[in-house]
């Protein structure tokens, strides 16, 4: 009897000796039945879902910010657009502004060398009934005027010829 209990102990020990060896299972995992393999793979299945979340969210939180860089730039754009189309009606103000001061004072009395003021004279000029080309031309001519102080008096008086004063 003692030589079978000896048997079945040595054949108990050989068992959990190659399950340890070969298996790398400890004895306690073979009697509870843990897989320590099967855990493993486990484990690395559930860190891959959770990355895939992780990058799943992070691609959303970037599309999310993709959208609200592209409502401020729509946002901008219109704020641009707004301060554009301000800045044209007063600019457009301004110019109504500058015909009508012009108005109070006689055109006549604008294109001469003691009341020189090459804006107001520009200005004149864009508000007559003159040809584009005209226009262009004596504005040029004004401007050169206004920087070369011998040019002023040929300059009104090419003016002046041209609007009939």
């Known amino acids: ?38 855990e493993a793979a486990a484990a690395a ?19 999310a910010e993709a959208a609200a860089a592209e409502a401020a730039a729509a946002e901008a754009a219109a704020a641009t657009e707004a301060a554009a189309t301000e800045a044209a009606t007063t600019e457009a103000a301004t110019t109504e502004a500058a015909a009508t001061e012009e108005v109070a004072m006689a055109p ?9 003021d090459a804006d107001k004279i520009v200005a004149l000029i ?24 011998a040019l002023v008096n040929m300059a009104l008086e090419q003016v002046r010829s041209a609007m009939g004063l």
Not at 26 to 32: F, H, I, S, Y
């Open 1 to 38: 009897m003692r030589a079978i209990i000896i048997l079945a102990i040595v054949a108990i020990l050989g068992f959990f000796g190659y399950e340890y060896v070969a298996n790398e299972r400890n004895p306690m995992d073979v009697l509870t039945g843990r897989d320590p393999v099967a």
């Open 45 to 63: 299945e559930a860190a891959a879902a959770e990355a895939a979340a992780a990058e799943a969210a992070a691609a959303e939180a970037a599309a």
């Open 108 to 116: 006549a009395d604008l294109l001469t060398a003691e009341n020189f």
């Open 126 to 149: 864009d508000g007559s009934d003159l040809s584009d080309v005209q226009k262009s031309a004596f504005s040029a001519a004004i401007r050169a005027a206004a920087q070369n102080p």
